[in-house]
């Protein structure tokens, strides 16, 4: 249990009652309630009641995450404690309650961020507009439980925004809950930005701004903390594709409560879904799928395929690519399973040939 006050100056950092129900007892004396904010390798940046601190994790508890396949990310809960020399380190994490990921380029699962309430799909209405990439974001916030609200930046900059609007919404027509809304902006016109997102940013959530390099999500997390914490980078002309100017995840406090994270843009980002998440994301897909004439149909080319006739030709897709990817990786996942038992058996069979040998 905490002091009720400590509570109610961490809730407008996104501590609520799930998360603290994880602390089964009264807090050592020196022991801290912090949000992860920052990683920078070894280096945490933590923000808590007091402030900042930067701090770093024991070695037990990186080593106790790494087995488990996981790692810390911004957004996380975290307890810590000052030793003698007035070093904070990190002992525990509190299970976070909700977690974004993706694939690294060798597979691994690895986390985006956590503890996110509502995910910020930003898309720039330039070059950057792209419905696939939408739905593989989709994809992602949908696997990790996290509603997402679809942001359009750069309205300022198209001269048909209803017509962008339109196409998005044909797209995911028979999936109507895919996205909360798609709110059309011009970041770069700060005042007005809060005002339409005001209602998204009320005190405790926490919101992660995700989209690719130079879509606009560093100019929107200023736009949102009143004030200019990342630099933005100006964008070349002719593929408005930016400059990579984020280049560490952080989260920042927002004046009215909320907390915003801020991520560099994802290239080529690689799901971390199973094809039933794929599935469980495309839930047009899979209600349409019912009134199909075959029940095992692959809405390929088959007569009487209620997906064709009904879901937007890209919609289905970015479906059937996602679907490929998931399988894909499915077996890259079991050959290296294999693989690593035959390694260990081959390793068992030398230990004990050698043992053999040795007349043991
Ligand atoms: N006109 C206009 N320009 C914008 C808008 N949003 C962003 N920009 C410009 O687009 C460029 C890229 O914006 P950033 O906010 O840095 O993009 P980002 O998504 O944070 O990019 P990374 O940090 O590389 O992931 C900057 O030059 C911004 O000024 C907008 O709504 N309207
Ligand atoms: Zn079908």
Known sequence: MLDSSLIEAL???GLNLSLLSQLDRELEPDTELWRLAEVQRERLGLIGATGRCEARALPALREALLADGEALAVGDWLLARRNAQGECWVQQRLTPLSQIARRDPEGRRQPLVSNVDLALLVMGLDHDFNPARLD????????????ALLLLSKADLCPDVDGRVATLRAHLAQSPAAVLDIVAVDGTAAAATRARLAPWLGTGQTLVLL??????????????????????????????????????????????GACIIDTPGLRGLQLDASSAEVGAA???????????????????????????????????????????????????????????????????????????????
């Open 136 to 147: 593989r974001y989709l994809v992602l916030c949908h696997a990790a439980g996290v509603p």
């Open 11 to 13: 809730r407008p950092l």
């Open 211 to 256: 989209g690719s390099s130079g879509a606009g999500k560093s100019t929107l997390s200023n736009a949102l903390c009143e004030a200019t914490l990342q630099d933005t980078g100006s964008v070349r002309a002719d593929d408005s594709r930016g400059r990579h100017t984020t280049t560490a995840r952080s989260l920042h406090r927002l004046p009215g």
């Open 282 to 360: 495309f839930d047009d897909v899979t209600r349409l799928a019912g009134a199909c004439r075959y029940r095992n149909c692959s809405h390929g080319g088959e007569p009487g395929c209620a997906v064709r006739a009904q879901l937007h030709p890209a919609r289905l897709k970015s479906y059937q690519k996602l679907q490929r990817e998931a399988a894909r990786e499915q077996m890259t996942q079991q050959d290296r399973r294999e693989r690593l038992a035959l390694w260990k058996a081959r390793g068992r069979e030398a230990a004990a040939s050698l043992k053999a040998k040795r007349g043991e």
